[in-house]
């Protein structure tokens, strides 16, 4: 048997949207992506539709619902990108580890928050007045890097 020794490019660690730790207590729920603005994209923050069971970009923090999931190779476009088009189910992390993409310089243990509508797949520094908070699990530099998160909720009595 042959054995492949080396490779064309370097594999990554992780990926947006990516469950970490997949051993760990997490919850995860699923929604119908409904969203004006643009399909629900994985890794990003999202909050509840106007209608239960509906889920969409989240377009300010307070309403904060949890971070899509992405699994990987599904609904990929031609950019790469994981999206949930208006209608389809998608995965919703409310509490536990996931990676998600940095908007700028991110301390270990700093709470974070996403940005919301085009931004809402950048997280940085911030507090949460949503159903979830969630705290950073490692650093980053900038903006444009993976950051491992993880999501404790629900934090209030939101539906």
């Given at each position: 048997?042959?054995?492949?020794?080396?490779?064309g490019e370097t594999p990554v660690v992780a990926y947006k949207g990516m469950l970490a730790e997949q051993f760990s207590s997490r919850q995860i729920d699923s929604y119908l992506a409904t969203s004006p603005v643009a399909d629900v994209g994985g890794g990003q923050g999202v909050e509840r539709g106007a209608i239960d069971g509906q889920a969409k970009q989240l377009a300010s923090v307070g309403n904060w619902l949890g971070v899509s999931v992405t699994e990987y190779g599904d609904r990929e476009n031609a950019s790469g990108e994981i999206i949930y088009p208006a209608g389809s189910a998608f995965p919703v992390m409310i509490q536990g580890r996931i990676w998600v993409e940095s908007g700028g310089a991110v301390a270990i243990g700093e709470e974070v928050v996403p940005g919301i509508n085009a931004l809402a797949d950048?997280?940085?520094?911030?507090?949460?007045?949503?159903f979830v908070q969630a705290f950073a699990?490692?650093?980053t530099a900038g903006a444009n890097e993976l950051l491992l998160i993880e999501l404790v909720g629900p934090t209030n009595l939101q539906p």
């Open positions: 048997m042959v054995a492949q020794l080396t490779y950048e997280f940085l520094p911030g507090t949460s007045a949503g699990k490692t650093s």
